[in-house]
């Protein structure tokens, strides 16, 4: 199982970003697939994380309204889509994935995922 994330970068407030997550070795329609972030001196959290095979959806109340997460199981690859950007949001966004499915999304959202990408940095600044 690899994780592969992309699209990090510098962006101003009120922009946004788009971070993708290519997917290798399994399939993320069998998988509970989702993003997190750890900004500097503060614990990981769970950003947003979905169920890829009814669609439901959890976000963080931070970000509820300003990102969506969305897959394209032809490519097996997540996006994480991010706008209205913060300084705030500033952090090392990491995508990750659990085998034990689709309906894990909401506890891996909370409690952590077994799969994890290397992470990319978003960095919200003027």
């Known amino acids: 199982v690899q994780l592969e994330e992309s699209g990090g970068g510098l962006v101003q407030p009120g922009g946004s970003l788009r971070l993708s997550c290519a997917a290798s070795g399994f399939t993320i329609d069998d998988y509970a697939i989702g993003w997190f972030r750890q900004a500097p001196g503060k614990e990981r959290e769970g950003v947003s994380c979905?169920?890829?095979?009814?669609?439901?959806?959890y976000y963080a109340a931070s970000v509820e309204g300003r990102f969506t997460i969305s897959s394209d199981n032809a490519k097996n690859t997540f996006y994480l889509q991010l706008n209205s950007l913060k300084p705030e949001d500033t952090a090392v966004y990491y995508c990750?994935?659990?085998?034990?499915?689709?309906?894990?999304?909401?506890?891996?959202?909370?409690?952590?995922?077994?799969?994890w990408g290397k992470g990319t940095l978003v960095t919200v600044s003027t």
């Open positions: 979905i169920n890829t095979s009814d669609g439901s959806t």
């Open positions: 990750a994935a659990d085998r034990r499915g689709g309906p894990y999304y909401y506890s891996g959202c909370k409690y952590g995922m077994y799969n």
